[in-house]
């Protein structure tokens, strides 16, 4: 399998705007540039891109873990919390926070937790970010 994103920036690195599209179309020529990235004004930008294909993925990888244990999630909600620090060389993505809620018919409090942290250590976002990567997991009902 093999997908791709693309961008496209013009101007400089304050003044510069950039236009970011993925294949399938979901995004399309939607806006970021420096302000979107540093100065919290309307546009995306990359951390933020970042945060929801890894929640998308973990939720994903757990939701595969599930039925291995033979569960099946009724709702998951995943917020990925991604922090980008400056550093003496530059930027770095240093640590992404999931915070997971789910609701899963009966699932134990143990079981969930170990099938968490495997769907963590285990999705291939996760595999990828070199960030310290934490799990705040719930279950609701």
Same mark, same amino acid.
């Given at each position: 399998?093999?997908?791709? !994103?693309?961008?496209?920036?013009? !101007? !400089?690195?304050?003044?510069?705007? &950039? ?20 100065? !919290? =004004?309307? &546009?995306? #930008? ?32 995943? =917020? ?9 060389? &530059? ?18 409090? =143990? ?20 960030? #310290? ?7 609701? &009902?």
């Amino acid at each position: 399998m093999s997908t791709y !994103g693309s961008a496209i920036w013009s !101007g !400089g690195i304050k003044d510069g705007k &950039g236009a970011i599209s993925t294949k399938s179309g979901a995004l399309k020529d939607y806006p970021y540039g420096f302000a979107s990235r540093f100065e !919290g =004004k309307q &546009g995306s #930008n990359p951390e933020e891109l970042i945060g929801a294909a890894h929640a998308a993925c973990f939720t994903m990888a757990l939701s595969l873990i599930l039925g291995e244990a033979k569960l099946t999630a009724e709702k998951m909600e995943t =917020k990925a919390d991604v922090t980008l620090e400056k550093q003496a060389d &530059g930027y770095a993505i240093t640590a992404v926070h999931l915070t997971l809620r789910a609701k899963i018919p009966g699932a134990d409090d =143990k079981t969930f937790q170990d099938c968490a942290a495997k769907a963590k250590a285990g999705c291939p976002v996760s595999k990828l970010l070199k960030a #310290n990567i934490t799990l705040d997991a719930k279950l609701d &009902g």
